[in-house]
């Protein structure tokens, strides 16, 4: 009876510590989920003027607050759904303001600047953004010729854009004398961009391409190598998926695995 009764004590001893060192794991798990979005390169660079909350409970997280764009939302989500631990994310965040019609002018003017935004060989801060009837206007400073023609291939390849009238001026003085553009800048500070950002902001650049949108591609990164899988229709639309992420913020190499 004294043994059974040990036993009994011994088992209830075990679980009650293997429980308590479980949920101390799943708590400093949830801190360290909740740190990390929020010290995230998307977090700390694109979410300045948002008011996002992040809740991590056993590694299902919740977003709740407001966002000032559609675009920061769906970006949220991603970049917190790569972060180590998570397991699923409710996504409750609200978007301030009136929302733009889809296709409308200024739903083009949103979508232009989210899809240059995450180009690293682009001014995309310097670039002003105008529609008129599918017609996108670009405005404002490019280093360069090549710049200023990557700015417009991009733009025209944002779904819903008809025509693209590009009256940016080159300043090959400015770059002459030293000053680095903000690809450049975000290069030069690219060890410090963590994985779940590259992932999420590569994800949002092949949907916000057209000629990748409709790709079924997945999106892997480990050290600022980002992998592709996934199914192209081509070897051309494969070859332009490597372009584009090739450009995106912090990739330091692409690995392209997708299948013709």
Known sequence: MKKTMYFLALIVTVTTLFLFNFSLFAS?????????????????TYFRGDDIKVQSIDGVVNLTGT????SHKSLAQETVAG?????????????????????????LVTK???????????????????????????????TSKAQKDLTTEYAKDVEGVKNVKNEMTVLTAEKKSGKKTMGEKVDAISESIDDASITAQVKMTLLYHRSTSALKTTVETKDGVVTLGGKAKNAAEKDLATKLVSDVHGVKKVVNNMTV
């Open 112 to 142: 232009v600047k989210a899809t240059l935004l995450f180009h690293r060989n682009l001014n995309a801060t310097g670039t002003e953004i105008f529609a008129k009837d599918g017609t996108v206007t670009l405005r404002g400073k490019s």
């Open 28 to 44: 400093e798990m949830d801190d360290r989920i909740e740190s990390s979005a929020k010290e995230s390169y998307v977090f700390k």
């Open 67 to 70: 966002v000032s764009d559609e």
């Open 83 to 107: 972060l180590p631990g998570v397991k699923s994310v409710d996504n409750k965040l609200e978007v301030k303001g009136e929302v733009p019609v889809a296709y409308t002018d200024a739903w």
